[in-house]
């Protein structure tokens, strides 16, 4: 990884415009992106510090700073591993801060720097709701995550509650066997939603580019000049591909014969023929006993549905990938 430097740090590092906390999954999306903006200074770390990373790992049972006196001051921070309950999202951010302080920087013309925005990834587990939700619908007040990202969303954060993560080695069809052990288990199963890494990672950039436009003063091109309706921090944003999968029709299809290469245990193998047929099998018998006619099921029958289109339209993009069934 290539450090880009912008402007010196009080921490003895090089001050970035974002510090990525956990470069693991995501990362590989992310870095390239990150590398093809030079508006972008980045930063990320490892519990090991390899590959050119900076080595930290936040324990929130312990007050020992220095681990923190080793990263760079960043313009944002986001947090790629889970934070559960309440009191992580408070600590990180509080101890960072502490080893942090503000200093001159060159974009604002040599006045105080503010502090570090803080960017979640967070799960769409954390909503319950048996039909749509969206970015404004209620969660589980239980949920471990959930409480954690309201926290940090009382600190000013932006909370990124990402769909079904898929990229790479990481594909729907190798997920079959692990969620849908029975017929029964595949008959609980309603609407699946998902969103691509290099979708993850552009939304990442996307949320760091719009804030950075509300920062600019107006006056200095206030023909060009125009400020979101909505601002992307002390919010919590559903990330998706907009897209409604149904499980059924998912098995369905990744069970038949295609010329996609579709990845499953024992490829090719009889064992793995054979449990595609079974499969098939179980989703029309499933088909016949719920009075479906035909995949996909209606939406009113797939329980609870993700609407992620608000974040898109305020960040001004629009996701890229498709799932190849």
Known sequence: MTLHVIRSSSTGTEAVTLLVLGAGWTFQFLKPLLDKHA???YAATTSTGHDDTIEFRFNPDSDDLEPFKKL??????????PLKGRGPSRKIVSMYEKTHPSSSSEDTGGSTDPKAKWIQLGSTGVYTAPDWVDNSSPIDP???RGIAEDELLSLGGCVLNLAGLYGAQRQPGNWISRVAKSKEQLGEKGALHLVHGYDVAKAIIGVVEQDKKTQRPAETNPSSFSAPS?????KRWIICDCVSYDWWQLVWDLSGETNEAIVWDDQNTGTDMAKKREYRGWVLDLME???VRALPRSMDAMGRKLDGREFWNVVGLRPERTLKR
């Open 39 to 41: 508006s972008i200074t």
């Open 72 to 81: 760079p001051l960043a313009d944002y921070v986001l947090v790629t591993f």
């Open 142 to 144: 239980a949920n471990e």
């Open 230 to 234: 909505v601002t992307l921090f002390g």
């Open 289 to 291: 006993e719920k009075g």
